[in-house]
């Protein structure tokens, strides 16, 4: 009887933490090295469009952060995501990178890195890697992707899991008039991939 009871919960348990695939607007497995666009679930005038590099204002202490832009009419740049193992396809247990195909100019990658402002205990998503922020903290870990209420949303889990500060999910937030990915409890952030068409993909 203990045996039975021990398989059952251990077939409960598996189930229970069962990895998804990620899917793709069309319905496609997200697939590792992939040109997408990240674009909001929801669609409106106030909801905004895609993501692109940019300063969070005129006089930003990063030289490049993770802005949404505010026409729906704007898919951003394009991104991939980069499994920390080799795999076929991504799933929402995968440890990944997130980076901008094109490396804004200033920064040395068009990776995603939490970055924490000077004097503030708002972590936003930066650019780039911790030489590219020398004078503010950053953290080293990985990003996820997760399901959510609505589509898909990001977390981040830090390497150093004792710092209070962070939140690992990230929301977004309207600062010094930009939209701001940061990582705090703010707007959800619910998010589809829309794969790059290939007459319109980079090398």
């Known amino acids: ?29 997200l697939l590792p090295g992939a040109q997408y666009y990240i674009y909001p679930v929801f669609f409106g005038p106030f909801i905004g469009g ?27 740049e394009p991104l991939k995501f980069l499994p920390l193992q080799k795999i076929g396809i991504i799933k929402t247990d995968i440890k990944l990178s ?11 990658s068009g990776k ?41 949303k990001f977390s981040f889990l830090p ?8 939140h690992e999910e990230i929301e977004e937030s309207f600062y010094l008039n930009r939209w701001r990915l940061i990582f705090t409890t703010a707007l959800p952030y619910y998010i589809k991939f829309i794969k790059v068409p290939s007459e319109r993909s980079w090398i």
């Open 112 to 152: 995603w890195i939490p970055v924490k402002d000077i004097g503030d205990e708002i972590w936003s998503v930066g650019i780039g890697g911790p030489q590219d922020h020398e004078g503010y903290e950053t953290l080293t870990g990985f990003f996820k992707i997760k399901e959510a209420r609505e589509g898909y």
């Open 1 to 29: 009887m203990k045996t039975l009871l021990l398989a059952l919960s251990f077939l409960l348990f598996a189930f229970a933490t069962k990895a998804e695939v990620i899917l793709d607007a069309d319905g496609d497995p």
């Open 98 to 108: 997130i980076e901008f195909v094109h490396t804004p100019e200033g920064v040395s």
């Open 159 to 166: 390497n150093n899991h004792l710092n209070e500060t962070f």
């Open 50 to 76: 895609g993501l692109r590099p940019g300063k969070a204002s005129s006089n930003s202490i990063y030289k490049t952060s993770v802005l949404k832009s505010f026409s729906t009419e704007d898919y951003g």
